[in-house]
């Protein structure tokens, strides 16, 4: 493969993966992307992550990155001077954002994939009662980093923008199933507003998957994965 | 920034051991304020209100939480000792190889130790092959970082010194020479850096630490590093 050459292996569905599309589309990269089976894990991703054995895999010329949140710091600082950074300049900026990636992959992401996962009533409503702490807490986030302005980045979207908004699909796909608002305009309207912005975006409309998609898709999973509901 | 920043931590924590070395590295003025995780200060839950844990950097009026992004931070906001490389794709690995120890070799490790019967096999399985896999990052180097310690290596700094006390606690026997030889190597050359080894406990007091608090630790599975 030639030096500079990109390759993604992702998953349609994958929030981690879809991030890393954004980015790439957002930086004007070109790459090929290569679907992954999850389920029948292919040579090419074992070879590419052997440790993992997931995706995302950013395949630069001979060199493999891994994890998501690597990779688009990766991206950030390998072509800096292509469109606009994805993390701040400012070091104190940096950790803010990183500390807020950080959150949003362990504490949001668990709640409401938790929430599809629970068997009970009472494991579901502490679900829905996390993801929306988490939620209003990142309400606040997006007031301070974005200081004003559309994105969480400033003027332009970064490393914050596509680690939440990779997941909006989910989101709303958990909001479908539980029939419960969390992305609740009384309560976080900053963050409705910007999801709102966010979507309206070619990188997201060319890497997000449809909640349809999704519903059907997380549906399945809960039958046949989770096992927490039964086929009708 | 000349100020002098304040680093909120425990000496038993290998969190707390991560931000203090990185500051010792770039030689900063730094104000080390011991916290009693029992009685956590208004200044702890003020400066991390989310997760109210150690270490805290606080730095002017900012301040920064979570072990390994203080030690970027650090990294980025004071001049002098490089802890990340200046490759991007050096960077890329020092950062994957940090998550894998905190998302890998601790919990497996930890888990090994305050378990018993099918599931403590289990762990140990996990642990020996997370533990050969790091080994196996060293690659003929002296450190993760090369010549010289970087990011990598402070991330590992609990399996160079707390894994020793924490198996001797625990009885069992996982991170040996015989096992090891390497990795063993690699934990007493990082031990004896200057600013690793000022920032480390007396093995003993830590030993004693943990052996007290052994029950309790069975029991939860949750550290207690004051």
Same mark, same amino acid.
């Given at each position: 493969?030639?030096?500079?050459?990109?390759?993604?292996?992702?998953?349609?569905?994958?929030?981690?993966?879809?991030?890393?599309?954004?980015?790439?589309?957002?930086?004007?990269?070109? /790459?090929?992307?290569?679907?992954?089976?999850?389920?029948?894990?292919?040579?090419?991703?074992?070879?590419?992550?052997?440790?993992?054995?997931?995706?995302?895999?950013?395949?630069?010329?001979?060199?493999?990155?891994?994890? *998501?949140?690597?990779?688009?710091? /990766?991206?950030?600082?390998?072509?800096?001077?292509?469109?606009?950074?994805?993390?701040?300049?400012?070091? /104190?900026?940096?950790?803010?954002?990183?500390?807020?990636?950080? /959150?949003?992959?362990?504490?949001?992401? =668990? *709640?409401?994939?938790?929430?599809?996962?629970?068997?009970?009533?009472?494991?579901?409503?502490?679900?829905?009662?996390?993801?929306?702490?988490?939620?209003?807490?990142?309400?606040?986030?997006?007031?301070?980093?974005?200081?004003?302005?559309?994105?969480?980045?400033?003027? *332009?979207?970064?490393?914050?923008?596509?680690?939440?908004?990779?997941?909006?699909?989910?989101?709303?796909?958990?909001?479908?199933?539980?029939?419960?608002?969390?992305?609740?305009?009384?309560?976080? =309207?900053?963050?409705?507003?910007?999801?709102?912005?966010?979507?309206?975006?070619?990188?997201?409309?060319?890497?997000?998957?449809?909640?349809?998609?999704?519903?059907?898709?997380?549906?399945?999973?809960?039958?046949?994965?989770?096992?927490?509901?039964?086929?009708? | 920034?000349?100020?002098?920043?304040?680093?909120?931590?425990?000496?038993?924590?290998?969190?707390?051991?991560?931000?203090?070395?990185?500051?010792?590295?770039?030689?900063?003025?730094?104000?080390?304020?011991?916290?009693?995780?029992?009685?956590?200060?208004?200044?702890?839950?003020?400066?991390?209100?989310?997760?109210?844990?150690?270490?805290?950097?606080?730095?002017?009026?900012?301040?920064?939480?979570?072990?390994?992004?203080?030690?970027?931070?650090?990294?980025?906001?004071?001049?002098?000792?490089?802890?990340?490389?200046?490759?991007?794709?050096?960077?890329?690995?020092?950062?994957?190889?940090?998550?894998?120890?905190?998302?890998?070799?601790?919990?497996?490790?930890?888990?090994?130790?305050?378990?018993?019967?099918?599931?403590?096999?289990?762990?140990?399985?996990?642990?020996?092959?997370?533990?050969?896999?790091?080994?196996?990052?060293?690659?003929?180097?002296?450190?993760?970082?090369?010549?010289?310690?970087?990011?990598?290596?402070?991330?590992?700094?609990?399996?160079?010194?707390?894994?020793?006390?924490?198996?001797? +606690?625990?009885?069992?026997?996982?991170?040996?020479?015989?096992?090891?030889? +390497?990795?063993?190597?690699?934990?007493?050359?990082?031990?004896?850096?200057?600013?690793? &080894?000022?920032?480390?406990?007396?093995?003993?007091?830590?030993?004693?630490?943990?052996?007290?608090? &052994?029950?309790?630790?069975?029991?939860?599975?949750?550290?207690?590093?004051?």
């Amino acid at each position: 493969m030639a030096e500079d050459e990109l390759k993604l292996l992702g998953m349609w569905a994958s929030p981690f993966a879809i991030r890393v599309r954004m980015m790439l589309e957002e930086k004007g990269l070109s /790459y090929e992307y290569i679907e992954q089976d999850l389920l029948n894990k292919s040579e090419l991703l074992l070879k590419h992550n052997p440790i993992h054995k997931k995706v995302p895999v950013l395949i630069h010329g001979n060199r493999d990155i891994c994890e *998501s949140l690597v990779i688009l710091q /990766y991206i950030d600082e390998k072509w800096s001077k292509t469109g606009p950074p994805i993390l701040p300049i400012d070091p /104190y900026d940096r950790a803010i954002a990183r500390f807020w990636a950080m /959150y949003i992959d362990d504490k949001l992401l =668990p *709640s409401f994939i938790g929430f599809m996962k629970a068997t009970t009533e009472e494991a579901k409503a502490e679900k829905i009662a996390d993801t929306r702490t988490a939620l209003e807490l990142l309400e606040g986030a997006f007031k301070k980093c974005s200081a004003g302005k559309d994105f969480f980045g400033g003027d *332009s979207i970064g490393y914050l923008d596509v680690t939440l908004g990779s997941q909006l699909g989910w989101i709303e796909t958990a909001e479908r199933i539980s029939g419960a608002k969390l992305l609740d305009e009384a309560k976080v =309207p900053l963050l409705v507003d910007w999801a709102k912005r966010f979507l309206t975006l070619n990188c997201a409309k060319k890497t997000l998957p449809t909640v349809e998609q999704l519903e059907k898709y997380a549906r399945e999973l809960q039958v046949t994965r989770w096992k927490v509901a039964t086929a009708n | 920034m000349a100020e002098t920043a304040k680093l909120l931590g425990t000496k038993g924590s290998p969190y707390s051991h991560r931000a203090e070395v990185a500051l010792r590295l770039k030689e900063a003025n730094f104000e080390f304020l011991h916290e009693d995780l029992a009685h956590k200060s208004d200044m702890l839950l003020r400066y991390n209100p989310i997760h109210k844990k150690i270490p805290v950097l606080v730095h002017g009026e900012k301040s920064i939480v979570e072990s390994l992004i203080v030690v970027e931070y650090v990294d980025e906001a004071f001049d002098g000792y490089a802890i990340l490389p200046s490759d991007p794709y050096e960077r890329a690995m020092a950062r994957f190889w940090a998550r894998y120890i905190d998302e890998k070799v601790i919990p497996a490790f930890w888990m090994s130790c305050w378990t018993d019967g099918e599931m403590q096999k289990g762990f140990i399985a996990q642990a020996k092959e997370t533990l050969t896999t790091l080994e196996g990052q060293l690659k003929g180097k002296k450190f993760f970082g090369g010549d010289s310690i970087g990011f990598v290596d402070l991330a590992a700094g609990m399996v160079a010194f707390w894994f020793g006390i924490l198996q001797e +606690v625990a009885g069992i026997n996982l991170l040996n020479e015989e096992d090891y030889p +390497v990795l063993c190597r690699w934990a007493d050359d990082y031990c004896s850096i200057e600013p690793v &080894k000022e920032s480390l406990l007396d093995r003993k007091l830590l030993v004693a630490h943990f052996a007290s608090k &052994k029950e309790k630790i069975f029991a939860t599975k949750a550290p207690v590093y004051d």
